[in-house]
């Protein structure tokens, strides 16, 4: 099947060969992905005038909406180059990709047509006024009303347009196309939960022993045959075990019981974790034996801060490392904020801005101290460790 821009439902890509579909675009779906004009391959693509004038206002600036609103102007005006009146009527065809090795190009199939002159649509009353999701609203109806024999489809990142075009029967879809397999979909989480009944059918002939104040475990059975090194596994009940996998051999495996830093007898630093995952974290973070540490989450997950603060305490209490780097990107993100006066450190200060309010929230916690610090509301990086 050819890629689309959104995924249709099982219905309609069973009736998908059969069926022309056209696609009405939203605005945010152009400042999102420019190269959505490209997207639809055999299918025809709407554009509303109101999309058009609110590209024109979105066009000014350096943030990457901005930018995205340049190019698609740009990619507009290379398929209508040289066009009539008349073929704008008809629709232009839209260029496709390059195939192959030599460079050849498929026959255009799909078209792009504006909206050239007024179409006949009222919006029902539960949707008064000329707002701009309105306006888009009411071209798709007309468009229904029009022509009965094509899937008309309206395509928007908008949540609530798309809930507002259920409500007055127009079928909309999110847009999709730009959402590939990314690397980190490929990666293991490094967690497992095991089963309820692992013990059951793992446990016989578990061995269990104490080493340098750890406890340990080696368990036979089929479903340890899939663990990896330095895996975590753990049961969902509320006094399960939390472990570590530090070796495997077909069917048989090892597992070191890991240190709870949920406890704030055992915070990190005046850092304790707030959840399984925060702990699992702290236990690499802090582990002597693992060179490498790469942690992945949202904003405020508490990156940051947990990286700070084992890096703090094996630099500064047990001398393990010398020093710490912490290294961030110099791409801005969102509004650039052009030149700045001052000293190097005072033109670095804005960038490093998240780092010195995660340092002061790592702070250690006094001697007798029972609460940990509270977690600072943005952690987006990554620190580095060097060894002395």
Known sequence: MPRKSSKPSAASADAGAQVRRLYVLDTNVLMHDPAALYRFDEHDIYLPMVVLEELDHHKKGVSEPARN?????????????????????????????????DDSKRPPSGKIFFQTRNLKSSLPAELPGSAADNVILAQTLALQAEMPRVRVTLVSKDINLRIKAAIVGVHAEDYYSDRTIDDADLLDSGTRAVAADFWQRNGEGVRSWKQEGRTWYEVHGPDVTDWRMNQFVYEESEHGIEAIVRARDADTAKLQLISD?????????????????????????????IDLVTILGPAGTGKTLLTLAAGLVQTLDTSLFAEIIMTRVTIPLGEDIGFLPGTEEEKWSPGWARWWTTSRCSRRAPRGATGAARPPTTCCAIASRSAR
Request: glycine content about 6%.
């Open 69 to 101: 609103v340049r190019q698609v102007s740009r990619f507009l005006d290379e398929i209508m180059k040289d066009a009539d009146k008349a073929e704008i009527d008809g629709g232009l065809p839209i260029p496709t990709a390059l195939l192959g090795t």
């Open 261 to 289: 830093y949920r406890n704030a007898k055992h915070s990190v630093w005046g850092i304790t974790a707030r959840n399984r995952e925060q702990n699992f974290a702290l236990n690499l973070l802090l582990d002597p034996e």
